[in-house]
């Protein structure tokens, strides 16, 4: 009898499955890799809520790009590698972009979209030598990479330090894995620059233990405390920080390591909390106007809509706003609507977003202008600092947006990519 | 009916200690066999090789490596992912050492490194049982995870600590590597699993696997009749850490191709699903190696299918029901099958055989 049932189940399940039959796409599609569950949902969630809220307002306001509609599947990876390869074998076929907001998992699949020709837009994460679109034809990661970030905040605290921070002690409170590890090499070579001592201070996975790691700076008494941490990781060490009485102000982390979430947690604590950003807080852009007026006016909003205007939901729409605007550089460079994966990557490498185009996309003063080109798949490299106020509960600018150090900077790039080219045996574009 | 036994008699030896001793179990094998490796090839697709097959075999084959060791010899191991990842970061160490060397003696090399591995580690054993040393193997997942993290020379000085595989043939045919086309990857771990999977079927069935089941069974006494304790017990290590590291060793090369210790071979990543899979596909039982792989790789897809692109949820509601659904099964599977998807397969074949008129 069992048997019987159990037959009848599988023959009615073996239906369903076929089924199935995948519909035609006429539209553009841009897959969405997201994790809005795990120990790094907190950031996760707001950032996908940006960018399924923008895609949704270009669907309303402009019925699409150039006439197409968006089509944004979610893919939950939880931030897991091999989840996120399984995410990328379901929805690479016509997809115009990915963007996998890991560090792992572009890295997964940096080998793979490029022998599929598939555009991977790692913004500001990823393979920080991927900026060098010489060798990495199908991947981008402007507007800026962390290397640039690390001498970014280097340059911060030297200008704290009227210009000299010899002998002074910069500890780096990092995620112990790939993400984490990307700024070592380069703040090692500052290190000897600038004549400071580097203390380096991994936090596993998921990075809800630190204890040992504040015990050690409260120890060591460093000068200034660098972060580059995501997820659970970052409210754990602003709290850690606030309660051995770290001054705020000489800790600062990376663009992913300064949203509300993550000082939220450690109240009054966090005041004075400063990092880097990219993109400017807050809700006084015209996207966020038409945000309103066409996707959450309409009950539209992509999850609870609590995270308009925060720091990450903001970034989801400057990276949604990059990949849309690709594509409508595609459009016109090849005269068509209707753009393949391969005609897509010619838009994102021709992206030229001046003052006067972001403007004219809502962004006005929100990020600073970039443009890619062959060469440069990394963007402007330009950075500014922010930093948080408890009592205001925001975040302000309080530097303007500047430069790294691109002498030491572009020679770690070269020599990264060329390392990278003569294994995977890449021969150099652009020439 | 359908398992008809009668008239099907055995006149020698070598037809009595058949694997398949029945006609309708070789047919079913000879099949299965046939579709494995004459239609698969054929019809694989890149998500059909990446999402399912490659990891299904992959996990085959470390679950019959955990299966050796905890199934069959009665020492519970924590450490898979740890094993793993020497046999991962052997095989990285040995393919840039030795750019050459064909990736099919790279792959068995690495497993024989892990192996020597699994016996230190498994030295532990020979003095302490059942939990305590499932707390000792957890030190070495630990350990090894610790050690491919924090020494540089094992990531050949990479800045992230990225181990990253580079192209490999078999007989002109790319296997690791993006390039790498689906039927290759499949068949290269095929070719493997199946080679591996009779080598431990008959080890179990020889001298050495008797004697890991007298040591299961009672240890005492199985050293009373003449059992060596060390000797049987590091060979299980022994053994059953080269199957491990030569899954670890697929799973980086062919599987993923990029790696980041931390995460790839964590506990929760690896150490825990396969002990799962041994336990839901049944503990010593080859078959059930394969069930429960296939069970704990297909599961979360399916569910995902079903509930998102038949049902339509929204991808994030489909997760929290799919880790639900998941710690719900295994609950639901350990009070009513104990011994797993093996056991209810053989339950199954009882029927069959009583066909029309089971009871």
Redesign the interface.
């Known amino acids: 009898m069992r048997i019987k049932q159990l037959l009848i189940g599988m023959t009615a399940s073996v239906i369903a499955v076929s089924s199935y039959v995948e519909m035609a796409i006429a539209d553009l599609k841009f897959p969405m890799l997201v994790y809005r569950t795990g120990a790094y949902a907190p950031n996760g969630i707001p950032n996908a809520d940006g960018f399924v809220d923008y895609y949704k307002m270009i669907n309303a306001r402009d019925g699409g790009i150039g006439g197409e509609k968006i089509l944004h599947p979610e893919c939950e990876t939880g931030y897991k590698t091999q989840v996120g390869v399984e995410c990328y074998e379901k929805n690479k076929k016509d997809a115009m972009v990915f963007q996998p907001m890991s560090t792992g998992i572009t890295y997964q699949l940096i080998p793979k979209a490029t022998a599929d020709g598939v555009t991977v837009y790692s913004t500001g994460y990823g393979r920080t030598s991927a900026a060098n679109g010489k060798v990495f034809k199908w991947i981008f990661n402007a507007p800026v990479t962390y290397w640039d970030g690390a001498s970014i905040a280097v340059r911060h605290i030297l200008k704290n330090n009227l210009g000299n921070i010899r002998g002074k002690k910069i500890a780096l409170v990092y995620h112990n894995s790939a993400y984490g590890k990307e700024p070592i090499r380069t703040l090692e070579t500052l290190s000897k620059k600038h004549g400071f001592k580097l203390m380096l201070l991994p936090v596993d996975h998921p990075g809800q233990e630190q204890k040992a790691t504040w015990l050690k700076i409260r120890k060591a008494r460093p000068d200034n405390v660098l972060m580059w941490g995501w997820g659970v990781m970052n409210q754990v060490a602003i709290k850690s920080a606030a309660s051995i009485k770290f001054p705020m102000d000489k800790f600062i982390g990376i663009w992913w390591s300064g949203s509300e979430n993550d000082v939220l947690p450690a109240g009054k604590g966090a005041d004075g909390y400063k990092s880097l950003t990219f993109n400017a807080p807050g809700t006084d852009y015209q996207v966020h106007a038409d945000i309103k007026k066409y996707v959450h006016d309409k009950g539209q909003a992509s999850g609870d809509g609590s995270h308009f205007g925060t720091v990450l939901y903001n970034r989801g729409l400057f990276q949604a706003m990059v990949q849309v605007e690709a594509a409508t550089v595609a459009q016109k460079i090849h005269g068509t609507s209707k753009i393949t994966p391969a005609m897509y990557r010619d838009g994102m490498e021709n992206v030229n977003l001046s003052a006067k185009r972001l403007e004219e996309l809502g962004f006005k003063d929100f990020a600073p202008p970039f443009k890619n080109s062959c060469e440069n798949h990394g963007g402007s490299g330009l950075a500014a600092v922010q930093q948080w106020d408890a009592n205001a509960k925001k975040w302000n600018m309080i530097t303007e947006y500047m430069y790294g150090d691109s002498d030491v900077v572009q020679k770690l790039i070269a020599e990264d990519s060329s390392k990278y080219a003569a294994e995977q045996k890449i021969a150099e574009r652009c020439n | 009916m359908i398992y008809k036994e009668t008239g099907q008699y055995k006149s020698s030896y070598k037809s009595d200690h058949a694997i398949f001793p029945l006609l309708q179990d070789k047919i079913a094998f000879s099949t299965l066999m046939f579709i494995a490796f004459l239609i698969i090839p054929f019809v694989i697709n890149?998500?059909w090789?990446?999402?399912i097959l490659v990891?299904f075999l992959i996990f085959s084959l470390a679950a019959i490596g955990l299966n050796i060791l905890t199934g069959y010899c009665g020492q519970v191991s924590l450490g898979t992912g740890g094993f793993m990842a020497v046999g991962a970061f052997s095989t990285y160490k040995i393919m840039t050492y030795f750019p050459d060397m064909n990736i099919m003696i790279i792959i068995l090399i690495s497993g024989l490194i892990t192996a020597a591995v699994g016996i230190i580690f498994g030295l532990p054993s020979l003095r302490i049982k059942g939990f305590y040393l499932a707390v000792a193997t957890l030190a070495s997942q630990f350990f090894l995870v610790w050690l491919f993290?924090k020494v540089p020379w094992f990531y050949n000085y990479s800045?992230?600590?990225?181990i990253?595989v580079?192209e490999r043939t078999m007989f002109g045919i790319p296997v690791t590597?993006?390039?790498a086309p689906s039927y290759a990857t499949y068949l290269f771990c095929l070719v493997l699993v199946v080679t591996l999977s009779f080598a431990a079927k008959n080890l179990i069935r020889s001298k050495m696997g008797r004697s890991w089941m007298a040591i299961r069974d009672m240890d005492i006494a199985a050293e009373i009749i003449g059992v060596p304790p060390l000797k049987t017990k590091l060979s299980a290590f022994a053994i059953s850490s080269f199957y491990i590291g030569v899954a670890g060793a697929l799973y980086f090369a062919v599987f993923?191709?990029?790696?980041?210790v931390?995460?790839?071979f964590?506990i929760m990543?690896i150490s825990f699903p396969v002990l799962f899979m041994i336990i839901i596909g049944g503990l010593g039982s080859m078959l059930g190696s394969f069930l429960g792989a296939a069970f704990v790789v297909t599961l979360?897809?399916g569910l995902?299918?079903?509930m998102v692109?038949?049902v339509g949820l929204?991808?994030?509601t489909?997760?929290?029901f799919e880790?639900t659904i998941w710690g719900l099964l295994m609950i639901v599977f350990l009070i009513v099958e104990p011994h797993g998807l093996a056991r209810l397969w053989s339950i199954?074949k009882e029927?069959l055989r009583r066909w029309p008129f089971?009871y």
């Not at chain 2, 800045?159 to 990225?162: K, L, N, P, V």
């Not at chain 2, 993923?256 to 980041?260: D, R, S």
Request: glycine share 6%; aromatic share 4%; no cysteine.
């Open positions: 890149s998500y090789e990446k999402a990891p993290n800045d992230t600590g990225q990253t580079s590597g993006a390039e993923l191709g990029a790696i980041e931390t995460e790839s964590d990543t979360p897809i995902k299918f079903l692109d038949i929204s991808a994030v489909a997760k929290h880790i199954a029927k089971p």
